[in-house]
């Protein structure tokens, strides 16, 4: 894949570049690995950033990663986005603290696949802009990295933290519909800080686990291939409550009603 570097501090250069291509090796495995589920265009390349590129010069989204014009933007540093991660973890939560503590280039490499994952195939439209149906894209992207390129432990290490801190800000931040994807963060507007930014691609996320392996045998080909079904005449939600033969109780415990 061809790289480029965007840095605000030229001093960053070196290690951006050695950050980014540790990334691209794992990226390499990842995409075979996709492709053993779908098919998909590869971007024309990937913009290696420092924080400050990503987020203010580039653009002013606040997670330094993101794609745009058919290129990958993303700060591939582990301390940035250990620094992140960290300021979503509440006092006490100390299991969470350990695990963002040890963020690495795998975890950034999985940032990296989520945005790869955006261009599947399999996908019926570009959900960006599409508040309404956007979180089930955003939540495959979010699973199937995860699921593919870490262990069986880190996997379930990595889905108890998020549920751990879904608790925590439910309250706060509400437990509205999916189709409102994104309410309580940036793209509403919301200044709720890195935690309001990333708490519906936690639930997003959940949801799409719960979905394999509780209505599809643990076979994401399957959920895939249900999703292909749908006409879209209805939003996303309601066609998998339907589809599923979901009671009204069991699509609020999953945020689809």
């Known amino acids: 894949m061809q790289y480029a570097i965007s840095v605000t501090d030229t001093l960053n250069v070196e290690t951006i570049e050695a950050q980014g291509l540790q990334v691209i090796e794992v990226l390499k495995e990842f995409s075979v690995a996709l492709k053993d589920i779908t098919s998909f265009e590869a971007p024309r390349g990937i913009v290696f950033h420092d924080l400050k590129s990503a ?42 603290e350990a695990y963002y503590s040890s963020t690495n280039h795998l975890d950034v490499a999985a940032i990296a696949a989520h945005e790869l994952t955006h261009h599947a195939d399999f996908f019926h439209d570009d959900f960006e802009g599409d508040n309404v149906n956007m979180w089930f894209e955003e ?98 939600h309601g066609y998998f409550t339907n589809v599923l033969g979901l009671s009204e109780s069991q699509a609020k415990d999953l945020w689809l009603a």
């Open 55 to 96: 987020t203010e010069l580039y653009s002013d989204i606040p997670i330094p990663a993101y794609t745009s014009r058919d290129l990958i933007h993303l700060s591939p540093d582990p301390a940035v986005w250990k620094e992140l991660f960290l300021s979503t973890v509440k006092e006490g939560m100390e299991h969470a």
């Open 139 to 236: 939540g495959l992207c979010e699973y199937i990295p995860s699921k593919l390129m870490f262990s069986e432990q880190k996997f379930k290490e990595t889905s108890e933290v998020e549920e751990m801190l879904i608790e925590s800000y439910k309250e706060e931040f509400g437990e509205y519909c999916l189709s409102e994807f994104g309410k309580a963060g940036y793209r509403y507007g919301e200044k709720n800080g890195y935690a309001g930014a990333f708490y519906d691609y936690w639930r997003s996320k959940k949801v799409v686990k719960s979905l394999v392996e509780n209505h599809f045998d643990h076979r994401i080909s399957s959920l895939i291939a249900c999703y292909r079904m749908w006409d879209q005449s209805t939003p996303l």
